[in-house]
């Protein structure tokens, strides 16, 4: 997959590609990940990107002609069927689904946006979708955009190794994470679950996926709701509601 990110702050998008998962994706040719900034594009001496917006307020609004150059020259360069995506709060969520769609294009081009926006006409005419990470506003598009291609990269073919996509594939249906340990056995007279250490790694699925499903319960029921439960799921989710109830 090839994604290009049009910012203000490219060091900000090659510092973070180069670390972990992500870092190990780019150096092995699984995704390449370019960033360019519309200062490149700007036609004058000063290289203006911003200017004032019309009807006054606060802030500067990133200007169409830099950016849409920017635009335009990337995916330009990227495979027929690339999408255009902006960075906004006002956009639709990016949720796994969102993700396993982004996945399968050939290429992205992410344009992050800065000071109090972008113009207008550039989304109406350069941008084919706009990705929400939350309900928040933040101070540009570059993180959002990071956690994009975090989430996608994840979802390549080979990017992760055999356990780690089984621990994602097990995350990605829909739960939430089961808890995790690691040594000392006991600490502050806190112990690791008897279920872990025993080594039986049936009691240890099942004790897993019931934790998911518990805790899915208390803190996302949304997510439960949209789910539809398996005959042992059904089972293991009553068995900790019983639990629960002491
Ligand atoms: C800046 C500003 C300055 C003065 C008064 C009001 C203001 N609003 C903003 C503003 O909303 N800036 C945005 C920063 C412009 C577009 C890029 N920025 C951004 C993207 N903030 N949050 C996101 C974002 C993107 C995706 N998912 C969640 C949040």
């Given at each position: 997959?090839?994604?290009?990110?049009?910012?203000?702050?490219?060091?900000?998008?090659?510092?973070?590609?180069?670390?972990g998962?992500?870092?190990?994706?780019?150096e092995?040719?699984?995704?390449?990940?370019?960033?360019?900034?519309?200062?490149?594009?700007?036609?004058?001496?000063?290289?203006?990107?911003?200017?004032?917006?019309?009807?006054?307020?606060?802030?500067?609004?990133?200007?169409?002609?830099?950016?849409?150059?920017?635009?335009?020259?990337?995916?330009?360069?990227?495979p027929?069927?690339?999408?255009?995506?902006?960075?906004?709060?006002?956009?639709?969520?990016?949720?796994?689904?969102?993700?396993?769609?982004l996945?399968?294009?050939?290429?992205?081009?992410?344009l992050?946006g800065?000071?109090?926006?972008?113009?207008?006409?550039?989304?109406?005419?350069?941008?084919?979708?706009?990705?929400?990470?939350?309900?928040?506003?933040?101070?540009?598009?570059?993180?959002?955009?990071?956690?994009?291609?975090?989430?996608?990269?994840?979802?390549?073919?080979?990017?992760?190794?055999?356990?780690?996509?089984?621990?994602?594939?097990?995350?990605?249906?829909?739960?939430?994470?089961?808890?995790?340990?690691?040594?000392?056995?006991?600490?502050?007279?806190?112990?690791?679950?008897?279920?872990?250490?025993?080594?039986?790694?049936?009691?240890?699925?099942?004790?897993?996926?019931?934790?998911?499903?518990?805790?899915?319960?208390?803190?996302?029921?949304?997510?439960?709701?949209?789910?539809?439960?398996?005959?042992?799921?059904?089972?293991?989710?009553?068995?900790?509601?019983?639990?629960?109830?002491?």
């Amino acid at each position: 997959m090839q994604v290009t990110v049009i910012t203000l702050f490219p060091e900000l998008i090659r510092s973070v590609i180069q670390i972990g998962v992500l870092g190990r994706a780019v150096e092995r040719g699984q995704v390449q990940v370019e960033a360019v900034s519309p200062r490149e594009f700007a036609s004058d001496a000063r290289r203006t990107v911003d200017d004032r917006p019309f009807g006054g307020g606060p802030g500067m609004v990133m200007k169409v002609e830099p950016t849409r150059s920017a635009v335009r020259a990337a995916i330009a360069d990227l495979p027929v069927g690339s999408r255009r995506i902006y960075l906004g709060a006002d956009g639709v969520p990016l949720t796994q689904a969102k993700v396993a769609e982004l996945a399968a294009l050939p290429g992205m081009v992410l344009l992050a946006g800065r000071y109090e926006g972008v113009d207008e006409r550039l989304l109406s005419t350069e941008v084919d979708e706009t990705i929400s990470i939350g309900d928040y506003v933040l101070s540009g598009g570059e993180l959002p955009a990071l956690v994009l291609i975090d989430a996608v990269v994840r979802t390549l073919p080979g990017v992760l190794g055999d356990e780690e996509s089984a621990l994602q594939d097990s995350f990605m249906t829909g739960l939430l994470d089961w808890p995790h340990y690691t040594r000392p056995e006991e600490l502050d007279a806190l112990k690791v679950p008897d279920v872990l250490i025993g080594g039986n790694h049936e009691a240890i699925r099942r004790w897993r996926l019931k934790q998911a499903l518990g805790r899915t319960w208390l803190r996302r029921p949304d997510l439960l709701a949209a789910k539809t439960l398996n005959a042992e799921e059904q089972t293991l989710l009553a068995e900790f509601k019983s639990e629960q109830a002491g």
